[in-house]
Structures are given as structure tokens and as C-alpha cells.
């Protein structure tokens, strides 16, 4: 199926989101950080960025800028539990910052399956449009 990167700074639930995602079908890259999910996402191909909001070293809002200046059409879903400001405020302004859709922690596994589906659906249907220069 697709190849996800995960970036969340708790390592504990990031495998967990991982191991959710593989049992759909997915594989799965684990980074803990804005830097090193860069990295990762730059080494090799990605399907679907979902990257937590509040992390030391380069926080979500600025790594979802920087996937964007690298790659303007993988899905990103930004998510956030809280912390020193509101979880959903955070939230907020990753949409305006490049995310494609957002989930707030604590979230269901079932929602986030069905959210991921829905947006690698909408890449595939993106890739399969055909482009209007070619019209």
C-alpha cells in the first residue's frame, strides 16, 4: 500500500501509530523529530506525512513548511494532544502552513485509518486527473 512517515517526539506512540498503520496495509518510517523526519522524508519515497505539532528541535508547524517547499502534493495530517497552547489552536494554523488535515489527540485508530485512506485516495485520484496543459 503506501509508505507513511510518522514524526511525533513520544517514541512510544509513534510505534503505535505505526504498528496500527501496518496492520492496514501500510509501511511505515518512524522519526522523532522535525530534522530527522526532514531526513527521512527526503531519503526516500513518502506517500502520507503525519507529523505531531508540539516537538523540541524544529516543531511540527515549521517541518509542514518545510515539506511543502519540498514536495507540494503528499498528504500531511498534523495532529496535537496540547501543551503550552491549546492542541486545537495549533491545529488550526497547520492548515494554513501546508496540512492537509488534522487530528487532535487522544484520536480513535479507526478515524485515524479512515482519514489516512480518504487522503491517499485523493492523491491517487490527483495523480489519475489529467492535466489541463496536456488539454
Same mark, same amino acid.
Given at each position: ?8 517526539? /513520544? ?21 522523532? !523529530? ?7 522524508? *527526503?531519503?526516500?519515497?513518502? !506517500? ?19 515539506? *511543502?517547499?519540498? /514536495? ?27 496540512? /492537509? ?20 485516495? /485523493?492523491?491517487?485520484?490527483? !495523480?489519475?486527473?489529467? !492535466?489541463?496543459?496536456?488539454?
Amino acid at each position: 500500500m503506501a509508505r507513511i512517515l510518522v514524526i511525533d517526539d /513520544n517514541p512510544e506512540l509513534g510505534r503505535a501509530i505505526l504498528k496500527r498503520l501496518e496492520r492496514a496495509g501500510h509501511t511505515g518510517v518512524l522519526a522523532t !523529530d522535525g530534522n530527522s523526519g526532514l531526513a527521512a522524508f *527526503r531519503a526516500q519515497p513518502i !506517500d502520507l506525512v503525519l507529523t505531531d505539532i508540539l516537538m523540541p528541535e524544529k516543531e511540527g508547524l515549521e517541518t509542514i513548511r518545510e515539506l *511543502r517547499k519540498d /514536495n507540494q502534493h503528499v498528504p500531511i495530517i498534523a495532529m496535537s494532544g496540547g501543551g503550552y497552547a491549546t492542541g486545537t489552536d495549533y491545529l488550526r494554523l497547520a492548515t494554513t502552513f501546508g496540512a /492537509n488535515s488534522v487530528l487532535q489527540k487522544p484520536f480513535e485508530q479507526g478515524e485515524l485509518v479512515d482519514l489516512v485512506s480518504a487522503l491517499l485516495d /485523493n492523491a491517487a485520484a490527483d !495523480d489519475r486527473a489529467p !492535466d489541463h496543459a496536456d488539454l
